[in-house]
């Protein structure tokens, strides 16, 4: 009874009224919980001992770590400015909402950034403009060993996994490819029920841990994969090495998040925590990675097949390629990733230290395959923050053939880059496998977008290198990506060595690329 007078009392105070007052008003039972509250968690600060500043700060701390939990937010709505957000500015974020929306993605009053800024790159432009072609060109996707040639887009769908992305994220890829004629990746999740069901063009990955054609003890089952790569809706098939997230390292599943539609896919028991490890059991050589991918040719009944990377070591890609001229075969495409890439969750250290960023390892792959004659009859993709038109150009004159894109597709789908990926928290229903938040989602308005959005952005990557005098991308030219470097000079492109010439390697390498090709081993990866 003290103790409740004495609260009454703190009532009074606070209020400017009487103690009886306080004790009849509506307010009391309500003001004396929220004070006995406050009471009850000071008490517990001041004798925890995880956080110092609670102890120091009893009560008032916790606002240092609310105000730490809507940081992110604070600063994508009220401090970054619409050029310098990461990983994706505002700008590139309102292009993409655009033209997944249908609406104009045009900006008044002249670009917000600073093009004299050393390492700015810049397209050149023509002054003998061309039209643009009615029809978007195509790559044809198969060398001389491939009998089910597949002809792919500019622009594609990038490895999203079903369990990484929610049903109806799935759906509506699917259904957005399907609708607009482009390729969708599965990524090494395995091939789900969803990204079957709307017929879009799959690309089926296939990684480490072997999902959806796996041995009961995470080996490779050629029959499972052979059965399954006859599904008409599976146009190429790919086997990932590394990814630009996180390059060299493996995953694992908690087996909470297995449920039975995950498990279907991937092949593995429901329930049961799962682990990729980072290394492949179908090859430990560059000759026998080179036999593998041949296999997977045949297996999947001719159609193209191929390889997935974040670039490390270029004298490893060119044991590759060694091994190629040996065995006499190679892939039929190449997708080189960025590290500057990825949807996933990813230790930090590997985010930002590990792996080349897209344009060196763009250059790596492109000058490997030229110098060695090889560039004619594989392809490469390119994928690692391709967002708008103007991406696309610059990774063709790099040297990709097509490109691949995750995070602005996520984009069209809704995503408020909020970076919740992991906490299975998205509020969108992206990235997230809470039914309640995956409803959210509208698969119908989402395919729409999607599709509106990879036709708008390839329509830009016509404006521009029609702008740039050229109509066919196998026609860009190195020259026509500048860099600047200083107020009196720009320099071309952005590569860390120049191209050899085509076959220069396997005669008289250049001084540049030299010592690595003297050091590749086609018969094993030197460190």
């Known amino acids: 009874m003290k103790r409740m007078s004495v609260l009454a009392a703190v009532v009074a105070a606070a209020t400017g009224c009487t103690l009886a007052a306080a004790l009849v008003s509506p307010w009391w039972w309500p003001a004396a919980g929220v004070l006995l ?17 609670l102890r120091n700060y009893p009560l008032l701390g916790h606002l240092r770590f609310l105000l730490e939990k809507v940081r992110p937010e604070l600063q994508q709505y009220f401090i970054e400015r619409n050029f310098d957000g990461r990983p994706f500015d505002r700008d590139v974020r309102s292009i993409v909402y655009a033209r997944a929306k249908g609406t104009a993605a045009e900006e008044p009053f002249g670009t917000e950034r600073d093009v004299t800024a050393p390492g700015y790159p810049f397209l050149v432009h023509s002054m003998a403009p061309v039209p643009k ?13 491939c009998t089910r040639p597949y002809d792919m887009a500019l622009l594609n769908v990038s490895a ?23 390729a969708h990746d599965t990524g090494e999740g395995g091939i789900s029920e969803f990204h079957l069901g709307p017929g879009g063009d799959l690309v089926w990955e296939i990684g480490t841990g072997y999902f959806g054609c796996r041995t009961d003890d995470g080996g490779f089952d050629a029959r499972q994969f052979a059965d399954k790569a006859a599904d008409d809706r599976v146009k190429c098939v790919s086997l990932k090495l590394s990814q630009g997230a996180k390059p060299g390292i493996g995953g694992l599943l908690p087996g909470a998040k297995v449920d039975a539609r995950i498990a279907r896919a991937r092949g593995v028991p429901e329930g049961e925590t799962v682990v990729s ?20 040719r045949e297996l999947a009944g001719g159609k193209p097949a191929g390889i997935k990377l974040c670039v490390g070591s270029r004298v490893q890609f060119l044991a590759v390629c060694k091994a190629m001229l ?16 990825g949807t996933g969750a990813a230790p930090l250290g590997f985010a930002d230290n590990v792996g080349a960023p897209l344009t060196q390892g763009l ?34 004159v790099e040297g990709a053939d097509y490109t691949n894109s995750a995070r602005a597709m996520m984009f069209a789908l809704g995503c408020l880059q909020t970076q919740r990926c992991h906490a299975n928290t998205c509020p969108v229903g992206v990235t997230t496998q809470d039914p309640r938040r ?5 698969v119908a308005d989402k395919t729409l977008r999607v599709e509106r959005f990879q036709r708008a952005t390839v329509q830009s990557a016509l404006e521009i290198m029609s702008a740039m005098g050229v109509s066919d991308p196998a026609r860009l030219q190195p020259h026509q990506l500048r860099t600047y470097v200083d107020p009196r000079a720009d320099r071309p492109g952005d590569r860390p060595l120049p191209p050899p010439a085509p076959g220069q390697l396997t005669a008289t390498p250049p001084p540049d690329w030299a010592a690595d090709w003297a050091a590749a081993d086609p018969d094993r990866f030197t460190v």
């Open 326 to 341: 040996a065995e006499g075969t190679a892939p039929d495409f190449i997708l080189v990733d960025g590290s500057e890439g």
């Open 133 to 145: 072609p009615d029809t978007p060109p195509r790559v044809r996707v198969g060398g001389p060993e």
């Open 277 to 296: 490890p980072p290394y492949h059991r179908v090859f430990s050589t560059p000759r026998e990675l080179v036999r593998f991918v041949a296999r997977m």
């Open 438 to 442: 995956v409803r959210a989602l509208d």
């Open 160 to 182: 999203m996994s079903f369990g990484a992305l929610s049903s109806h994220a799935i759906l509506a890829l699917n259904g957005g490819a399907a609708r607009g004629g482009f």
């Open 363 to 396: 250059a790596a792959v492109h000058g490997a395959l030229v110098g060695t004659g090889l560039r004619d009859r594989v392809r490469i993709g390119a994928a690692g923050k391709v967002a708008t038109g103007a991406d696309i150009v610059r990774r063709l």
């Open 37 to 53: 509250a406050l009471t009850a968690l000071g008490g517990w600060d001041l004798l925890q001992r995880r956080h110092s500043v």
